[in-house]
């Protein structure tokens, strides 16, 4: 594993700033660890995200909103994307995790959802 330097944000704008210069986000999984050692990934800076209040699930009136920090199991057991969203649900096709292994994104959103009534 190359060398690389490490911060823990202590808010969403250190983030975003982090994010401008292409820092790689690390939240809480280990996926990012195993790409390092594999040197299939070879961040120079990785910003720790795991703290920040990006947790939630939230309907905007047009798609979800999914926070960074959302694990799989809050992800499984939210309503609106069961009933919605069932594909971010299903197992990969080889029949293992997340169809999103490694998903460290800032936020994500789904759109074209019809409004919570």
Known sequence: M??????RAENTAVARKANQAGATFLAG???????MKLE??????????SRLELDRI??????????ATVT????????????Y??????????GRGSPFPG??????????MPSAV
């Open 85 to 94: 969203y069932p594909a971010l649900l299903h197992k990969r096709a080889d």
């Open 2 to 7: 190359r060398p690389f330097d490490y911060q």
């Open 29 to 35: 999984g280990t996926n990012l660890l195993d790409l």
């Open 40 to 49: 299939i990934m070879a961040p120079e800076q990785i910003i720790d995200i």
């Open 103 to 112: 998903r460290t994104y800032p936020t994500a959103s789904v759109t074209g």
């Open 58 to 67: 939230t309907n905007n009136g047009e798609g979800m909103h999914i926070g």
């Open 72 to 83: 799989n199991s809050d992800l499984a057991a939210d309503l609106q994307i069961r009933k």
